[in-house]
């Protein structure tokens, strides 16, 4: 939930240090309230910072039971926004820049999604992803190269103590659970037992509670269940939640369950989601709702109404910066920046109104939530049933119970202490809430494992029926536990209760309403029973009605003999249409103010002794002598009118106070003589309604003192006088009991009108059981069907790791080294050889070619690997002495398809023998050249078409050729006839004899002298 501000009535601008607590009185009584702290400092609620108000302790998931309760962390800093000079919101508005990490849960068909998803999600708003994949615990996952293909952002496996970074996508190893915990990724051993690894539910469970609305959930395709109580701790915290279409799913389980929990925001294929969180994350910076001006608080008010003539629920005593929360989120997820915007979304989407109020008054529970306490609370369960026998009623109100945990983890507590002799008590576990869609889930009673997965396996062995992935609770716990909605604001409560348990309600409600919710658990409670609340709830409010048990275990008992129901809620006022939204709301009236009220009623009627009181029945101003009516009782002392009136007289006031307030007419009561008040003259009251001031409802006592008729002597009936005042006690209490039974009647009806709807409601469970029996049909056929790919995948993923096998050894095989590149030049595979050259090994997957230990002297073939990846085309290159070696390099693209290359492949051929023997040639053969140039002797070398290659100088001297004049020629160009034929018989005779001859002949020079040295010939 984003931490948010509302207007502080006590100022026009802002103090000069933003981060210091404001000293009005509003904010001062606020101080002590759990979700208005700072560093254990007091916020004001008008101008400190956007991180001042701390998200509610109770909001975050509890499916992580093991782990030790931790501070949360915000994660927010500020940056200032430029705004034109004189604009209203110059002095408010401020973007809040929320590093916001997104959590992607899978298991089967996952991958598929998986690549659909990533390319469309935003790469440079400073997000961070992580992928929770249900993976083999003995498998070596491919997933972050699997991924990689599909976007550019890095893709890193988590190590433990890793930080979160931006625009990174990050990859959940196998056989290791995940969770947040201060900022870092902290890798968990998993439990035995089998469920889903990595756990989708408690690093979505960790994300809630360490960031709060910072986060965003994403469930896509998968079997089972796990991540539907993830997603719902989300939601609770004020972050946001996707689900992929079911239809779009190849398996449809994880989705499906996801979006039952009512908690999912968005239903979408994975290629839509990429957009719609961009316009979140852009927006969610954007919205001034925590700095609105003064006019916030009618806004608020306009908005309120609104819900509440739609949904029949009242927020207009919840605790306003959870409200804001609320408006914020939905703000963000309507992609409006402004309240005015926002109210006219829901002027024209008024289904809009709903989702707000599902918002607000969705609640996380789980079972035995908050261990200890529970454990405290066993021994107050044994203290109840120490006091019954067997026969007895056992009554328990869970107020609040959301979606059933709490009420079924009481029923168990008390299964447990009664053991054999549970049937032989009438136990009654009333739980009750005002969201329909929570007791819907509740009256089921089918949980998933993952909810369950903290509790003690005997415990759940006990009490729990398994089927499949979730879990039923037992029949005989089910039927003790009655579900029903009530709004604890405006309904009625249950009567003779053992014990009241309502946790993490009350924290959502100002002080005002807290007070009057503990008086109405004091009424419904019997003498010396029991309160359980929530870890942040007390009854400061109420000392005087609850003795303390345990404070620890928030455990109180019930103190005092009488109790009175309070007044249940009037009338929520709501604003005028047309109020001026620049308004400032009005003071409180002030006694003088009180007085003039009081002076100008009585003048309308005579002026008797009258007193002015509220619906409380607090006294605000008195008129005339009251004194021979009003006394303080002993004790500890009240000053409220049926406190302080006489005892004759309360019952009388109680009933006329109801008519009045009721009909909203002038209710008077019978004339009564009463002895010890007055001995000649009787009273009257009356009760006139007056008109509301400051949004409170006041009420006019008079006190109308009457002689007796004329010529009635006072004295002769003094005989009479107890028969009279008996006659008048038994008119009043007549009066009352005519107004319980016209009460009775109408809650009668009330109950005749719940009996038919409770039938037709069994009849639709009925036709529901029908339909779950059929489901149940088709569930049987599809597991089935499920085996039967189970198989067939295990048969696959058989032969893929057989061929993944095979692969490596033909790697292997491979006497030169194999390297596999991405297309962002990262290492994906290598062989032995290579392994060998390269000193590699499994860490060095992933990394940059250029972060590779290649030897000394090597190119950096980054370009040329890239060259490859852009042309597909192959590349060849020599590599001389690289740690004095030398290769022949051959790059090759790694095609996907003709239209995309996925990578490139590097093979390294060592030929450094083939290049020493090559250059030892060469040397050879520039000493032959150098002896054969420098030879006395006539050296010519011929091809076999008797074309001449060489001729050294002495040759070419010889027969006056100029240089080079007798290359790629023959003996017919240069020689005369006979002497070609010699030459030319010489040379046959040599190729098919294949050895050198040797010929004596005399040949003319070119100064026509023979051939200095004999006439030989030799011919090779």
């Not at 807290?514 to 019997?526: D, K, M």
């Not at 009279?724 to 009806?749: F, G, I, P």
């Not at 940059?848 to 230990?853: A, E, K, N, Q, V």
């Not at 046959?988 to 010929?999: C, D, N, S």
Request: glycine fraction near 6%; proline fraction near 6%.
């Amino acid at each position: 939930m984003a931490a948010l501000q509302v207007a502080c009535s006590e100022y026009n601008s802002p103090p000069s240090d933003l981060n210091q607590p404001c000293s009005c009185g509003a904010c001062a009584a606020m101080a002590g309230e759990p979700d208005v702290k700072e560093g254990g400092q007091p916020a004001c609620f008008g101008w400190s910072s956007s991180t001042a108000l701390t998200r509610i302790g109770q909001d975050a998931m509890s499916i992580i039971s093991e782990e030790a309760p931790r501070k949360k962390r915000s994660y927010s800093r500020k940056l200032p926004v430029a705004l034109k000079p004189g604009s209203e919101e110059a002095h408010a508005v401020r973007i809040d820049e929320r590093p916001f990490i997104v959590g992607i849960g899978a298991s089967a068909g996952g991958l598929e999604a998986l690549s659909l998803l990533l390319p469309s999600l935003p790469k440079n708003l400073g997000l961070s992803y992580v992928v929770v994949q249900h993976l083999s615990p003995t498998y070596r996952s491919m997933m972050s190269q699997l991924l990689g293909r599909e976007t550019t952002m890095p893709v890193r496996d988590i190590e433990d103590s890793m930080s979160p970074e931006p625009n990174t996508v990050y990859i959940t190893p196998p056989n290791r659970n995940l969770t947040l915990l201060d900022g870092h990724f902290r890798l968990v051993e998993p439990a035995k037992e089998s469920l889903p690894k990595p756990s989708v539910n408690r690093f979505f469970a960790s994300l809630a509670e360490e960031i709060g609305e910072s986060t965003i959930g994403i469930i896509l395709s998968g079997t089972g269940s796990d991540g539907a109580a993830g997603i719902h701790a989300i939601k609770a915290a004020g972050g946001f939640t996707f689900s992929q279409d079911p239809e779009t799913a190849k398996y449809s389980g994880m989705p499906q369950s996801a979006i039952d929990t009512g908690s999912v925001d968005w239903i979408l294929p994975p290629e839509n989601m990429g957009a719609e969180i961009s316009l979140i994350v852009l927006n969610r910076g954007l919205i001034p709702v925590a700095t609105q001006a003064a006019s916030a608080p009618a806004t608020l008010k306009t908005l309120l109404g609104k819900v509440r003539s739609r949904t029949k629920v009242d927020f207009s005593q919840y605790k306003e910066p959870t409200l804001w929360r609320r408006i914020e989120r939905r703000m963000a997820a309507n992609h409006v920046s402004t309240l005015h915007d926002y109210l006219q979304v829901v002027d024209q989407t008024p289904v809009e109104l709903d989702k707000l109020c599902k918002d607000i008054l969705i609640s996380v529970t789980a079972f035995f939530r908050d261990t200890d306490a529970f454990v405290r609370l066993d021994k107050v369960v044994a203290d109840i049933l120490a006091s019954k026998q067997p026969g007895d009623d056992i009554r328990v109100w869970v107020a609040g119970c959301a979606t059933g945990e709490e009420a079924y983890s009481l029923a168990i507590l008390f299964s447990e202490r009664l053991g054999a002799a549970f049937d032989q008590y009438r136990l009654q576990i009333f739980a009750t809430d005002i969201d329909l869609d929570a007791m819907s889930l509740a009256r089921r009673g089918v949980f998933a494992a993952s909810s369950l997965a903290h509790m003690d396996r005997a415990r759940l062995r006990a009490n729990f029926t398994p089927h499949g992935d979730r879990y039923e609770i037992n029949k005989n716990l089910r039927d003790v536990v009655i579900f029903a909605r009530q709004d604890l604001v405006q309904d009625p409560p249950f009567l003779r209760l053992d014990l009241v348990s309502c946790r993490n309600v009350l924290i959502y409600f100002q002080s005002e309403l807290q007070a009057r919710l503990l008086s109405v658990f004091h009424y419904a409670l019997n003498p010396g029973a029991y309160l359980f609340l929530g870890k942040s709830e007390g009854i400061f409010q109420q000392e005087a009605l609850f003795g303390v048990v345990d404070k620890d275990g928030r455990l109180y008992r019930r103190h005092g003999v009488s109790a009175r129901l309070p007044l249940l809620r009037s009338e929520m006022q709501l604003p005028a249409a047309g109020l001026n939204q620049h308004q400032r709301p009005s003071k409180p009236t002030t006694p003088l103010g009180f007085e003039n009220i009081l002076l100008e009623a009585a003048g309308r009627y005579f002026i008797p002794t009258s007193l002015l009181i509220n619906g409380k029945f607090e006294i605000r101003h008195i008129h005339g002598d009251a004194s021979r009516l009003l006394n303080v009782s002993p004790g500890r002392p009240a000053f409220d009118l049926i406190s302080l009136i006489r005892r004759e007289l309360r019952t009388e006031v109680q009933v006329l106070m109801r008519q009045a307030q009721v009909k909203q007419a002038v209710a008077h009561g019978r004339p009564r003589h009463i002895k010890a008040l007055d001995a000649t003259r009787g009273v009257r009251l009356s009760v006139h309604p007056v008109s509301a001031t400051g949004g409170e409802a006041l009420f006019m006592v008079c006190i109308e003192w009457i002689l007796p008729p004329a010529g009635k002597n006072s004295v002769e009936d003094n005989g009479n006088v107890t028969d009279k005042e008996l006659e008048d006690e038994l008119a009043a209490t007549r009066e009352h009991l005519q107004t319980l039974v016209e009460e009775l009647e109408t809650s009668n009806e009330e109950m005749q009108a719940l009996n038919e709807e409770i039938q037709a409601s069994n009849e639709e469970m009925q036709a529901s059981n029908e339909e779950l029996e059929a489901s149940n049909e088709e569930l049987q056929s599809t597991n089935e069907e499920l085996a039967t790919v189970n198989e067939e995948l295990q048969i696959k993923t058989a032969e893929t790791q057989e061929l993944n096998v095979e692969l490596e050894c033909i790697q292997n095989s491979v006497d030169y080294p194999l390297l596999v590149l991405d297309r962002n030049a990262c290492l994906q595979r290598f062989n032995s050889a290579a392994a060998r050259l390269f000193k590699l090994g499994a860490a060095q997957v992933g990394r940059h070619l250029r972060d590779l230990p290649l030897p000394p002297d090597m190119p950096d073939l980054v370009a040329d690997s890239q060259q490859v990846i852009d042309t597909q085309n192959a590349l060849d290159r020599q590599i001389v002495n690289a740690n004095r070696r030398h290769y022949s390099l051959h790059i090759a693209p790694l095609l996907r398809d003709p239209q995309r290359t996925a990578g490139v492949i590097l093979l390294f051929a060592d030929n450094t023998s083939l290049y020493e023997t090559e250059r030892s040639a060469r040397e050879t053969q520039v000493r032959l050249l150098a002896v054969m140039n420098n030879s006395v002797s006539l050296m010519a070398v011929k091809d076999a078409s008797g074309r001449y290659q060489f001729a050294n100088p002495k040759f070419e001297q010889s027969f006056g050729f100029e240089a080079g004049q007798a290359i790629g020629k023959t003996d017919l160009q240069l020689f005369p006839d006979a002497v070609c034929d010699l030459f030319r018989e010489s040379e046959l005779e040599a190729m098919r004899l294949r050895k050198g001859i040797e010929r004596e002949e005399t040949l003319p020079l070119a100064g026509g002298a023979p051939f200095p040295g004999g006439p030989l010939s030799s011919f090779r």
